[in-house]
Structures are given as C-alpha cells and as structure tokens.
C-alpha cells in the first residue's frame, strides 16, 4: 500500500511540506490543533473594527526563494505587491527628516555611493564593516563583531536586524544576521524588493495552500490536537489524538511542524530554544494617508514599521516584551501619534486593536540558536519542520517555509 505523511500542525512550516509533498504524489494528511490554519500567519475577522486583519504584520523580500516557489505552486504569487525597485522610505521622529534608501540591483553596491540613495549622515566607507557579519561564527553576537554606534546602525542596521532577529540586535545571533545579510543586501536589489499581501496574509499564503489540498483530496483536519506519539525505539508506531488513535504503516512518516515548547512535549529528549521574544501588532480602522507609502519605515520611535491597506493603517514591534504590560489603551494612543506624526494623518485615535504575541519567536542569541535541532530525530519515521529548527536563518516566514521544503524532500 501507499504510504501516509502525516503532519502535524498546519502553520506555514506543515502547509509548506504538505503542498511539497502533494505535488509530488504523496498521500498527506494534515492534523491541526486549533480550528485555524496558519498559525502566526492567519488572518481573521475582527469584530471591533469591522474587518479582516492579519494576526502579525509579515514582510517578505522578492530574494526569500522558498517562499517565491510555495506561492508559485499556489498559483498565488501575484497576491504580494511592492515597488518594482529595492526602495525602503524612512521617517525619523527625531529630527522630523524623511529618506528613501534605494538599492542597485547587482551584486556590487553602488548604491553606498550616492549620497542620495544610502542612509543620510553616512559615507561609503561606514558600510565595509558590516561585511564582517557575513562570516561571523555561530557563538558571536552581533554586538561582538560590528560597531553599534553611529547613523548607520541607528537608521539601517538596527530596523533591518530587529525585525529579522526579533531581538535587541546587538545580543542577537552573528551568524543569524550574517546570513539575513548575505541573502538579501549582499545579493543586491533584486532580492530586495520588499513585498506585503495585499489582501492580507491569510488570503496570500494560507487560504491558497487549504484549496490546493482540498482539490488533491489531501485532508487539513482541523481541531485534532495530537496528544502522544507512542514510538519503539527506532519508529514512531501511533499518534494519539485524544478521541481517536492513528496506527501507522511500516512506510508512514510523521513530520512534526508544531512550536518547540509542543514538539519537546512529544519527543522525549528533543532539544530545542526554551527562551522566546513577543512581538506586538496594532491595526486602525482609517484610510491611509494619500501617496503614502506601502512599508514605512520609523526611527527614534515606539513603532518600528508602519504597513498601508486598504481601508486600515497597521503597524509592528518587534521585540516587544517591553511593551506586554503596557495598557492597551495607552499603547494605541502611542503608536498612533507616531503614526499620524509620520504619515500627516489626523492626531484624533482612530478605531483600533491591539494583537500581542508573548512567543512569537525564539530569541534569537548565539545560545538558544545553538539548541535549534535539525529535522532527524532518533525515530527514523519522524521528521522535524518550523522556524525553529536549525534552518540557517532567524524565525522569519522564509524560515519556516524553507523548513518544511527540506521536510518534504528528506520524505521523498
């Protein structure tokens, strides 16, 4: 008979192996705890302001190969827009001074060479040093090889490194920041560009993925949290769901693609990163701001990037833990008057809300990626999938896209 692969956890980790796999003839059932699929990267509808929005605000690149291909096989690439350039507007709260960096496609960058296109108050010369990054070793911090003081840092590398570590950069992983560096500004401006959905992330990267499933009758059941693996000492022989147990074949794979805190709770012994970082989105119910930008980047700011939809202003924090215990109330109003600062929009408070997300993602120190496991286990019918393996890159939409092709291929 067939064998099954069976994943456990539709986030984009399980519906990127479970699309892999479909397409090349597998059978594949997913199972998924909730009653949702996407995990951190779902939308939904809010009752409050009366309209769809995305639980985290996601920026992808057009370099996140990965994730290019899973909306390919989708047939929902058109669904991420961005400008046609590697362009990334700033506004700084500070000084009140707005700025567009402006990357040249092609590997050597020209761009640090025109005063008009690199970050104000720099020199071509600033940018060398960063070149260290690209071969940092996996115990350094960043703080440990590049200097943190200076325009530079304030106004690129501190905005780019925060929101792809998702840590204070300086105690964030080299290597990490090394390798984010390395796929996209060393590549040059073609892998970039910076792209967003349009109409949300659900309806970009997750809705598809259910659809393209559903007409290859690969099953997504939803709301069948997996309780136990009962395994020998080679093989995973059983799942256990609770209300009912499946008995699996002698050629039947389980990838795992759930968060570490529930995969080590399955996998006696697995290792994993126990310390995490939230991450902190707000969402307004107002038109943008005419000719303003799709991604605005802040400096000396509360908020840290602001993104503009249709009919809603949204914005993200990265590293917001800081922030958990703030009132909602209050934390709106700071993150609007930002806004409004930037953007020209009305100072009155908009309707809004408030999404936290106290584990969003592993903390990204030299430690806690040191504990990332690789997707073997010691049974040789379970795999690993999810941003928090040891995927090369920090806990980022590439990262576990890219987990779960490498599930699939390890399957086939």
Not at 9 to 17: C, D, H, K
Not at 160 to 189: C, D, H, M, V, Y
Not at 196 to 204: F, H, K, P, Q, T
Not at 364 to 385: I, M, V, Y
């Amino acid at each position: 008979m067939a064998r099954t692969v069976h994943i456990i956890g539709a986030g984009l980790a399980g519906l990127s192996a479970a699309v892999e796999l479909t397409t090349r003839g597998e059978t594949v059932v997913v199972h998924e705890a909730t009653t949702f699929a996407g995990g951190r990267c779902r939308s939904y509808h809010d009752s409050i302001l009366g309209m769809t929005i995305d639980n985290g605000n996601h920026l992808l690149l057009s370099g996140n190969h990965a994730a290019m291909r899973y909306l390919e096989l989708l047939g929902a690439r058109d669904r991420l827009v961005g400008p046609p350039k590697a362009e990334f507007p700033f506004f700084d709260l500070g000084s009140n001074e707005h700025w567009t960096l402006r990357i040249n496609d092609g590997r050597i960058p020209w761009w640090i060479f025109n005063s008009g296109k690199r970050v104000p108050g720099t020199r071509a010369l600033d940018y060398i040093p960063v070149a260290r990054l690209l071969w940092a070793k996996r115990d350094r911090a960043v703080g440990e090889v590049i200097r943190f003081t200076g325009p530079l840092y304030e106004r690129l590398m501190r905005p780019l490194l925060l929101a792809a570590l998702n840590i204070e950069p300086s105690a964030g992983s080299a290597s990490l920041a090394g390798a984010i560096i390395r796929e996209t500004l060393a590549t040059g401006g073609q892998a970039c560009r910076p792209l967003v959905a349009r109409e949300g992330l659900g309806s970009a990267m997750i809705e598809p993925a259910l659809e393209f499933l559903r007409q290859r009758n690969s099953p997504v059941r939803l709301g069948h949290q997996l309780h136990r693996l009962r395994a020998s000492e080679t093989r995973v022989e059983e799942l256990n769901f609770g209300g009912d147990t499946v008995t699996l074949g002698d050629d039947d794979v389980v990838i795992l693609a759930v968060p570490p805190y529930a995969a080590t709770g399955l996998v006696p012994g697995l290792q994993a990163p126990t310390e995490f970082r939230a991450i902190i989105n707000a969402h307004f119910r107002i038109d943008p701001a005419p000719y303003q930008p799709a991604i605005l980047g802040l400096v000396n700011s509360t908020t840290e990037w602001v993104f503009a939809f249709a009919g809603r202003v949204s914005t993200t924090i990265s590293a917001g833990d800081r922030l958990l215990d703030t009132p909602r109330d209050a934390l709106a109003r700071t993150i609007w008057s930002e806004v409004a600062a930037a953007t020209g929009l009305p100072p009155d408070l908009p309707p809004w809300q408030i999404v936290r997300e106290r584990r969003a993602t592993f903390a990204a120190t030299p430690e806690q990626d040191a504990l990332r496991p690789g997707p073997n286990t010691r049974f040789s019918n379970l795999l690993l999938a999810g941003d928090w393996t040891n995927t090369g890159l920090p806990a980022t939409i590439e990262s576990a896209i890219r987990s779960g092709r490498r599930a699939a291929d390890l399957v086939a």
